[in-house]
Structure formats: C-alpha cells, structure tokens
C-alpha cells in the first residue's frame, strides 16, 4: 500500500459526459502528479501540482482540468469524454516538487468511455 | 528531457540474480537516474535512484557508469514477484519539477 489513495475504482460513462477523479497524497506529501495510461500510448504524465499551485504541464488536454486543494487532495475533470479517453488514471504523490524525490502511486482509476 | 533505451524484455530464473541494462548517451551532468517498475495490474512504484555513486537499497542496486552514459538495475536474487515492467527514466536536476516522462520500458519474465 503506497498511502495514495483514489476514487473511484472504475467509472463507465457515455461519450459527452464528465467525470471527476480523485486523489488523496500521502500524508505529509505536498506534490500531485497525474498520469494517463492507454494501450498506445503508454504512461503520459498530464499536470503536477506543489502546495496548490500548478507546478508542469504534460501532454493535457483542454477537455481535461486539474486542481490541488488546501487539503492537498487533487481532482482530475474529464468533459466531453470521448472513447479514446479510456485508459487508467493514475495519481502520485511526492513530498516536494523536484527531481530528486520518490513518488508513490495510487492504484488507478480505470476509465471505460462507452 | 534525456532519452533512455532498454531492452524491450528479458528473462530470469527464480533466486537468481538479475542485470537490466539502460543506455542513455544524451544525459547530462544533473540529470538524475530512477528506476520504476509496474507489477500486472497496479501503478507503478519506485525502486531506485541515483545521480554518480552507485547506490544500494532493501530493493535493488543501481550501477552507474563511470562517464553515466549507462545504468544498470541489479535485483539480487529474483523472486515471482519482480516479474513486471521496468522503466528507467532521466530528470533535470536543476527542474523543479519530478514529471517523470516513461518510455516503454523491459518486461522482465521470471521462471520458477
């Protein structure tokens, strides 16, 4: 168990639809990263979030939006899902911001757009 | 960000000891070395990493080569449990960000 935990399991959604993912970090840890993980595409890093602020930006889309509470929970938005958003989402947590700290990853999230 | 190339698979023996290879000629002096791996059905986790030194944990070794343009993940005695995917993966030292930007990583088969 990494500590990070995320909501739901699995989510099954029509195509327009929106959905919310949700990450809870590690205790203590003040990082946020999300990533996407397709069949073709592989593990694609989207957003990383340090003490609230957006911290980098990865291969996003526009449909997709993310946020860090105070808390430090994080949400991922998906709207006007379409069928190639189907993947697992992961979240991570690291205690800072850099280069130089391990992440801890939650289990995922398994998308189905149908 | 640096690229790193692996084998595409490998395989090993239960209780041996096992070498997996990453070349990445473009590092640079700050680029850190990590090493993830993601089991069947779960998220990745972290194993290892390391800037120059070699480095040892309850987990792993990781080899460094002297001019850094390869890295070696070594696991001592391979169990069922390590089969899974191994990504080697560069970041800036001087980012402040910990993206990690995943390649395709070694599929690491271990025989009983």
């Known amino acids: 168990d990494s500590g990070v935990t995320q909501t739901p399991k699995h989510l099954i959604t029509a195509t327009g639809q929106r959905v919310t993912l949700r990450c809870s970090p590690r205790s203590g840890d003040l990082s946020v990263y999300w990533y996407q993980q397709s069949l073709d595409q592989g593990l694609q890093f989207l957003i990383q979030y340090y003490n609230g602020e957006e911290r980098a930006k990865g291969n996003i889309l526009e449909r997709f939006s993310a946020q860090q509470f105070p808390d430090l929970h994080s949400e991922l938005n998906l709207s006007s899902l379409e069928l190639g958003d189907s993947a697992l989402y992961f979240c991570?947590?690291?205690?800072?911001?850099?280069?130089?700290?391990?992440?801890?990853f939650g289990p995922g999230t398994r998308l189905t757009v149908t | 960000d640096a690229k790193t190339t692996q084998p595409n698979s490998m395989e090993s023996n239960e209780e041996e000891p096992v070498h997996l290879p990453c070349n990445h000629s473009?590092?640079?002096?700050?680029?850190?070395i990590h090493w993830y791996r993601q089991l069947p059905s779960q998220g990745p986790e972290y194993v290892i990493h390391?800037?120059?030194s070699n480095v040892n944990n309850r987990m792993a070794s990781l080899a460094i080569a002297e001019d850094r343009k390869s890295s070696t993940l070594i696991l001592h005695r391979a169990t069922l449990r390590d089969a899974a995917v191994y990504y080697c993966i560069l970041s800036r030292g001087s980012s402040n960000t910990g993206k990690l930007i995943f390649g395709q990583g070694t599929t690491l088969q271990v025989k009983p």
């Open positions: 473009t590092i640079s002096g700050t680029d850190y």
């Open positions: 991570a947590s690291s205690v800072s911001g850099g280069t130089n700290y391990e992440q801890y």
């Open positions: 390391g800037l120059t």
